[in-house]
């Protein structure tokens, strides 16, 4: 039961566009999402994150949106860049309930083009 | 500063032999977790220390797997009698205690 789930493997992007990565999640016990990134041969680098008591966050380019009610987060990158090419994975936690463990999607490679 | 380190890089065993694989966290963090990234696959939870309570090893997928954690610090994971099905790439994180985990760079097991 994949309880947190990315339903595009891939994304194809041209430089300076917006990328779009969408992630769903199952279980409304999460009130903790965080986005990592992952290049080839190395472990997830930590993103963004937000709290259920917001629907947005913000860190330059990167913007994560929330909606609760839709358990559907998304990730905005804009302006991107071919250094953004990369696997983005969301992940999902419940601290007060589950502790800080984390629940991950599968995962969206996200291929930026010049 | 450093961050989290992992050893071997690569293990290649046959099935049946006994693996163990080791995570360095970042020093002071008082959180440490284990998960596993298969061909294809989200990473999967495998076992959760935080500071001198019992272990959440809820994620463990067997008894064939089970980890320690040393002073609070150095963690080692163990899989006895490993099958092919445990091929996968193993990853620690650390945390000072909240849901943002720092990651080693993966240990790529290989059964053959």
């Known amino acids: 039961d994949q309880q947190v789930k990315q339903n595009s493997p891939s994304l194809s992007v041209q430089e300076g566009r917006i990328s779009i990565l969408n992630c769903d999640y199952t279980?409304?016990?999460?009130?903790?999402f965080l986005w990592y990134k992952k290049y080839p041969a190395e472990g997830p680098t930590f993103l963004i994150s937000?709290?259920?008591?917001?629907d947005k966050n913000e860190d330059g380019r990167f913007t994560v949106f929330l909606n609760k009610s839709a358990k559907h987060l998304s990730l905005h990158i804009v302006p991107s860049q071919p250094g953004d090419s990369a696997v983005y994975f969301c992940?999902?936690?419940?601290?007060?309930?589950?502790?800080?463990?984390?629940?991950f999607g599968t995962g969206t490679q996200l291929k930026v083009e010049l | 500063g450093a961050g989290v380190s992992q050893s071997p890089s690569n293990k290649v065993t046959e099935k049946g032999k006994d693996v163990e694989l080791r995570c360095d966290p970042i020093?002071?963090?008082?959180?440490l977790y284990w998960y596993r990234q298969s061909l294809g696959q989200g990473l999967e939870f495998l076992i959760y220390?935080?500071?001198?309570?019992?272990?959440?090893k809820s994620g463990l997928p067997s008894d064939r797997f089970s980890a320690e954690r040393t002073g609070g610090s150095v963690s080692t994971l163990t899989i006895q009698r490993t099958q092919q099905e445990d091929s996968a790439v193993y990853l620690c994180?650390?945390?000072?205690?909240?849901?943002?985990?720092?990651f080693g760079p993966g240990t790529r097991l290989t059964v053959t």
């Open positions: 279980n409304s016990m999460f009130d903790y």
């Open positions: 994180a650390s945390s000072p205690g909240t849901s943002k985990q720092y």
């Open positions: 992940a999902a936690s419940a601290p007060r309930g589950g502790g800080n463990k984390l629940t």
């Open positions: 937000i709290s259920s008591i917001k």
């Open positions: 220390f935080q500071g001198n309570s019992a272990p959440d």
């Open positions: 020093s002071g963090h008082t959180a």
